[in-house]
């Protein structure tokens, strides 16, 4: 995906954006390649919106540079910019038609009304809306609704698409479908795809890489696996996902060693206590007592409190049961390497 000395669709240096006091952007240098499906993920605040609104010309960066296909825009108006933003709230117009919206940005660019028509149609059939072309906004649902942004978006080819939580106003079920259709929206377009959102399982199941971001900066890059299965520090192993973390002295106490340390739940496995005591070769193990076990339907969470005095949540495949409750005595044992070295 980079480093191969193809032009970016994206070169952001130095980039900075402060709001008085306050950093929103504090410092990002990031590339990205045509035809990506690039996440920026992280907590409300952390800047997300801002290098969006920076890359679509909307503000004005305080420092560094924004280049588009190897151009520098940074001192450019949105206009001029070939970037298309989905936002949210998908900004709709009420009074005009479905096909209208549609058209609506090939209107401006004084399209021809024939031509219009057909692309506005065109891009409708890719989000699979083309009979509900002569509705209004509405007289649609969410879903449809989002679906019509979609397409608003795409009609007019831009080389990149700018989406700004597209998906947070829809309920769990359509969201799931939602990212579906996203993915493979992405792929049959070839569109560059700069998708920001706080959900880290979006980011994790949509993307090529993943941003990490907090304060303002990226503090991990990397594709979903990198990031989901080596995590940099404690921020990013507790934001993505759940993990176990042992800090110096939980890291000495349990483990026997020196450092910080993440442990995904899904890498402990429980036995009950007097089974075997030898977890096998290149694996540790501590004894401890199960505090807690929470039905998930897909397994079970377990919490386990240590001898040592730490806690351990333990996620079980329903495939994988240990046949321990709460109350017994059990052996949490893992692989060593499946221990995380944070910084
Ligand atoms: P995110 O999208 O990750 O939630 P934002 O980029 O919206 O984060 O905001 C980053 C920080 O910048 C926040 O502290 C926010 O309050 C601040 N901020 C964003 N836009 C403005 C603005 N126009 N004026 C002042 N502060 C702003
Ligand atoms: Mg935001």
Do not use: C
């Not at 897909?298 to 046949?323: H, N």
């Amino acid at each position: 995906m980079t480093g191969t000395g193809a032009t970016p669709a994206i070169r952001l240096s130095g980039l900075q954006k402060h709001f008085g006091e306050v950093r929103a952007v504090d410092g990002v240098d990031l590339e990205i390649a045509d035809g990506e499906f690039f996440s920026m993920l992280g907590p409300s605040g952390s800047g997300k919106t801002t290098v969006l609104r920076l890359v679509a010309g909307f503000e004005q960066p305080t420092a560094g540079s924004i280049e588009l296909g190897g151009r520098d825009v940074t001192g450019s108006a949105p206009f001029e910019r070939d970037v298309n933003t989905v936002f949210q709230d998908y900004a709709l117009f009420p009074h005009m038609s479905v096909l209208e919206n549609v058209a609506y940005g090939l209107r401006v660019r004084g399209v021809d009304r024939r031509e219009r028509q057909a692309r506005a149609l065109e891009a409708l059939e890719t989000v699979r809306l083309q009979h509900v072309a002569d509705r209004r906004p509405t007289q649609l649902s969410g879903g449809q609704r989002q679906r019509v942004a979609l397409a608003r978006a795409v009609v007019v080819r831009p080389k990149v698409l700018l989406l700004d939580e597209p998906l947070g106003a829809l309920d769990l079920k359509l969201r799931e479908q939602m990212q579906v259709e996203l993915k493979q929206l992405q792929r049959e377009l070839g569109i560059t795809f700069v998708f920001v959102t706080h959900d880290q399982e979006e980011a994790l199941t949509l993307s090529d890489r993943v941003a990490v971001f907090n304060e303002g900066r990226i503090v991990q890059l990397g594709s979903p696996r990198d990031v989901y299965e080596t995590p940099v520090d404690e921020y990013v192993a507790s934001f993505v996902g759940t993990s176990n973390l042992f800090d110096p002295d939980a890291s000495r106490t349990v483990l026997g060693r020196e450092g910080r340390y993440a442990l995904r739940p899904e890498k402990i496995q429980l036995a009950a206590s007097g089974t075997s005591s030898d977890p096998g070769d290149g694996r540790d193990s501590v004894r401890g007592v199960v505090a807690e076990t929470i039905y998930l339907g897909i397994g079970r969470r377990v919490v386990v409190d240590t001898e040592q005095g730490a806690r351990l949540v333990v996620l079980e495949p329903s495939t994988a049961l240990a046949a321990v409750e709460r109350g017994d005595a059990v052996v949490a044992s893992w692989r060593r390497d499946d221990l995380v070295t944070l910084t």
